[in-house]
């Protein structure tokens, strides 16, 4: 099975004498990877930046995938080494070392309509692998990996509820729905989704509260409180794998 990390043990051991040779200009070198959540942003043709959610605004003064092809507001986990801080408008030039793509979705309408399109299977997921970063719901989950059929994340809003005068919580309320199709087997292996929040009207808002049906705790909610959010230390130590099935 491949894996984040088997592939960057690899690649790190293929660019060692590469790093040894370095400057170190700012502080840092070759050998100082950083591993940040971020968004990607297209200059032109193939040149992108990277929004990261705890480093900033970085530019791609170099790179180890010359042959990336970046797509406007895909989110990835970038590998990087950082190379000079407050370069031309950017918080820092990095050398990239690799982009693992995370599905990126938006915000969905649920209805009586389409409600069925959704599912609601149970998913293998727990409120520390959940967090709200670079103004995304990022999630990790574990899929039981199906033979054929990709697997349907997605959250939604439901439509068809309303509030009653006087019962508002000032938090907007989501559902996480997962559809298996009936295509599982026991093979389990790491997956992630980020969720872009632009669509949702948060002003005056203290956050969001998303319900999910959990493997382990069945029916559940999670507050997600629009400050003071990081990324929990539990899924900064998870391996994520490309052979996860999900649209």
């Known amino acids: 099975m491949k894996k984040i990390k088997l592939l960057w043990m690899a690649m790190l051991t293929l660019m060692l004498p590469a790093l040894q040779s370095c400057d170190d200009n700012d502080g840092y070198s070759l050998g100082d990877i950083a591993v940040d959540w971020a968004t990607v942003r297209v200059v032109g043709g193939d040149t992108y930046s990277l929004n990261a959610d705890r480093w900033g605004t970085l530019w791609p003064a170099a790179t180890a995938i010359p042959f990336y092809k970046p797509i406007d507001g895909q989110r990835v986990i970038t590998y990087f080494n950082p ?19 995370v599905l990126t979705k938006q915000v969905e309408d649920l209805t009586a309509e389409n409600e069925s399109e959704f599912g609601n299977d149970p998913v293998w997921v727990n409120k520390d692998m959940m967090w709200i970063g670079g103004g995304y719901l990022n999630v990790i989950f574990r899929q039981n990996l199906p033979v054929k059929e990709k697997h349907l994340v997605s959250l939604v809003r439901d439509m068809r509820a309303t509030v009653a005068e ?4 000032g938090y907007i309320h989501l559902e996480l729905r997962y559809k298996t199709y ?8 790491n997956g992630a989704v980020s969720f872009n929040l632009n669509s949702l009207d948060l002003t005056g808002k203290k956050g969001i509260k998303v319900k999910l ?11 997600f409180n629009l400050k003071g959010q990081s990324m929990p230390e539990e899924a900064k130590q998870v391996t994520l794998s490309d052979e996860v099935q999900i649209k």
């Open 83 to 101: 190379l000079y801080d407050n370069y031309e408008g950017y918080d820092h030039a990095v050398k990239v070392e690799h982009n693992y793509n």
């Open 166 to 169: 006087g019962e508002d919580d």
């Open 182 to 189: 009936d295509d599982v087997t026991a093979r389990q292996a």
């Open 213 to 223: 049906n959990s493997v382990k705790d069945g029916e559940t909610e999670v507050v």
